[in-house]
């Protein structure tokens, strides 16, 4: 048997928490869906250490992920990021091909709201080795 093997791309993961509900949430998601051409969801439940309060957060989340070699989707992953804080997320976990960023609101932004958001330089974890 003959096998072929075509490029659809680069893999995404966004984790979203579940008590993130709203029409702005669904309809970014549905947007990425149409683009992606299909996306699986994984509720998992996680545990994070808050930069807020230093405690312990347990929160039941949803995992997106799909693979797509359309770029526009990163614009859609943004939108989704500023959305999310917007709601009052404290950052925004997303991987690209493996490679995770924690998204969070530029702290030098003078701004109060999130509309004109400007996020740092992608942060990555120092403790994780890079290759």
Known sequence: MLLTQDDIGHEYKI??????????????VQ????IAGGMTAQAVQGIWI????????????HI????????????LLRQLAVVLLEEGQ???????????FLLRPDESETETNFTGIKFNILQEDDNVSKN
């Open 15 to 28: 984790w979203i928490p579940c008590v993130a509900d709203s029409d702005s949430v669904d309809d970014l």
């Open 31 to 34: 947007q990425l869906v149409a």
């Open 50 to 61: 808050s930069d807020e309060t230093g405690e312990a957060i347990q929160e039941d989340t």
């Open 64 to 75: 997106l992920s799909f693979i797509t070699n359309k770029p526009q989707v990163l614009v």
């Open 90 to 100: 404290e950052a925004v976990l997303m991987t690209t091909d493996g490679r995770g």
